[in-house]
């Protein structure tokens, strides 16, 4: 489990602005928050620094529950905030859970109007790339999707795939799946059907929108 952010760090993250999550702090402790994937140095001048969304649960969330989330790996019960991507032997579906992924995705959702260019919410950012299976998986779950809880479950996965800049979403129900297609689309990403050489369920192939 990440460490929790360090009461110095913290103290920066609680004077974040409120709306666009931009920080304060010495060179230090910003570039400290950005190695921890708390905060990120925007691009263009004069390069502030703004919270992630990982830095937006940190803020949001009661100090005894405080955790870094890592949205690159299955939440398991560990405590830690990360978007289901299928598969996850835990399926905690209560109001807390629903707050949790709620905050996340409002959070990317600024992250993508502080990093796209003019501002679009429209389009996946740049750290969604770099993160696609959680980043996808995010948007699934934000919409009110069922992840598939274990090895049988029903619900959708989320997986790599060989081609760059591209998930496979797996959901045995064909609606379910077109359901999470349009979604997906929506939030987007560009998104095909497809079913594989040697037969077998069909799957969605998913790559962020850069336009």
Request: net charge neutral; glycine share 8%.
């Amino acid at each position: 489990m990440t460490r929790p952010p360090t009461a110095a760090q913290r103290r920066v993250i609680e004077a974040a602005d409120p709306v666009t999550g931009r920080l304060k702090g010495t060179d230090v402790q910003l570039a400290a928050l950005v190695k921890r994937g708390l905060a990120f140095r925007h691009p263009r001048p004069p390069h502030d620094h703004f919270l992630t969304p990982a830095g937006h649960r940190i803020r949001e969330a009661p100090p005894e529950e405080e955790a870094v989330p890592d949205a690159s790996a299955p939440a398991a019960d560990s405590g830690v905030f990360a978007a289901r991507v299928g598969g996850e032997e835990c399926e905690d579906t209560g109001p807390a859970r629903a707050r949790e992924v709620h905050s996340a995705w409002q959070g990317l959702l600024e992250l993508r109007r502080m990093t796209n260019p003019g501002g679009a919410t429209d389009r996946p950012c740049g750290w969604e790339r770099a993160h696609l299976v959680p980043a996808a998986a995010l948007a699934l779950e934000a919409a009110g999707h069922r992840p598939a809880t274990g090895d049988q479950g029903d619900g959708y996965r989320v997986r790599a795939t060989p081609q760059p800049e591209a998930v496979a979403v797996h959901q045995p129900d064909l609606a379910a799946l077109r359901s999470c297609a349009a979604t997906l689309e929506n939030a987007g990403w560009q998104v095909s059907e497809h079913t594989p050489p040697r037969a077998g369920e069909r799957y969605v192939l998913a790559s962020p929108r850069r336009r």
